[in-house]
């Protein structure tokens, strides 16, 4: 049973040695803000991406049923870049979804880091002789 306390404290030791000095709080905040703002914008042009050849196929499928002076080529071609489009745009929503919910988790982790660098913080003032 000592084998595995000390493996949990050799754990637990190696992650809080991992976070950042509570001395460095407010700047280790304003870092993470930036990370999670860099994400944000990363996450919205990765849907305005997956948006836009979505829209396209669509817009490809319904011009192939109405093709007018385009003939039988002209349709298979529109139909086969209407599948070709949604299939890259099916790609790129499923590396969204996988990207937003990376980020989500990111998001959760930094909360519980600036969470246990405060209670560090606050430990450290009551920790000091008053004077």
């Not at 950042?20 to 990370?35: D, K, S, V």
């Amino acid at each position: 049973m000592s084998m595995m306390s000390q493996q949990i404290n050799n754990l637990r030791q190696g992650l809080l040695a991992a976070l950042p000095q509570p001395e460095n709080l407010a700047a280790y905040r304003e870092e993470t803000a930036a990370l999670l703002a860099k994400h944000a914008r990363a996450l919205r042009w990765d849907y305005i991406s997956a948006s836009t050849l979505m829209f396209i196929a669509v817009g490809l499928f319904w011009w192939s049923c109405f093709p007018g002076r385009l003939g039988p080529q002209g349709v298979h071609s529109f139909q086969f870049g209407a599948g070709l489009f949604y299939f890259v745009g099916a790609m790129y929503l499923l590396r969204y979804s996988i990207y937003k919910s990376q980020v989500a988790t990111l998001k959760e982790i930094k909360q519980v880091q600036l969470q246990i660098l405060e209670l560090q913080a606050s430990l450290g003032k009551a920790r000091e002789p008053q004077s």
